[in-house]
């Protein structure tokens, strides 16, 4: 009985040094990077896999080489029916652990998508809409077909939608990425008009967007877009036309061919700021945050024209009378030397 007892004692240690052997073994492997990833890779978890059906697959491209040890540490920590679908990306030194803890999180990888400052509305639609991760759901519809399918019917779709860089995993969709940048917009737009200083010339937060579009179209330099505000401030307040070719080129639509002409300044649109007092009717462009700033916070000055330098800098002259702005436009034909239409405000 003495014996029996031993053998059991013997056995029962040596099945528990067996198991701790192997739970050693098991930690040590789950803890060592991917034998067979040697370079980043993307892998996508179809929707509705099963765990066994995803640890054959890392198997077959040659990641996973103990996938009965990454199976049986996925059950025992509850984790075996909590992978999400989705597109993740494998670097070298991934540990089978840290793999299965991302595919648990859904730490899928973002693809991202980039629209810049000033761009219209149609050119921010089809660039996303020609993303190639992105699901089109808003393909030809009307302006206002599109705005109804995003909740936001009888609004124009210019100036609503916040210029940045969007970061979206695989099978994002078109109207998905538009209700994340309005969202942004009217987030951005309430926190600018909230500091808006007293006194503007401006009813609603909606026409600060509008003077911000013309700020954004007018110049890309940072010291010149609270000035240029200003400019178009003291118009406002006075009455005096704004007279800004870029609104001026949104109203002319495709038939702008990239020269502004005088006959193009006296053909009356909704946007032309030369027959038409006071703001255009929508937003031109799509605006970042710092124009949003200088349409609510513009620059107290008493200047009231503007005209590029014609040296290509993207900069201008300012003045406070029109005799100096002549002047202006004057040093602004000599540095164009005749190269292109006069553009004058």
Partial sequence: MKRLRLRVALVAILLVAAWLGLRQYEESWLAAPLAGLQQPVVFRLPAGASLTAVADSLEESGWLDRKWIWIHHAKRTGASTSIKAGEYLLRPGTTPAALLRNFVEGSVLLHT????EGWTFRQALAAIQAHPVVVVELADLSPD???KRLGLAGHHPEGLFFPDTYRFPRGTTDRELLLQAHARLE????????RRIAGLPLSTSYEALILASLVEKETGEPDERPLIAGVFI???????RLQTDPSVIYGMGDSFDGDLRRRDLQDDTPY???????????PIAMVG???LEAAVRPAKTDV????ATGKGDGR???????????ANVARHLANLRGGSPLQVR
């Fill in 113 to 116: 998508l980039t629209i810049p």
């Fill in 304 to 307: 009231l024209y503007f005209v």
């Fill in 272 to 282: 032309n700021s030369y027959t038409r007092a006071g703001l255009p009717p929508t």
């Fill in 234 to 240: 003291n118009r406002l307040r006075i009455g005096m």
């Fill in 145 to 147: 077909e599109l705005m």
């Fill in 187 to 194: 987030a951005e737009l309430a926190a600018a008009w909230d």
């Fill in 316 to 326: 201008h002259y300012f003045s406070t009378s029109l005799v100096a702005h002549n």
């Fill in 289 to 291: 945050r710092a124009a």
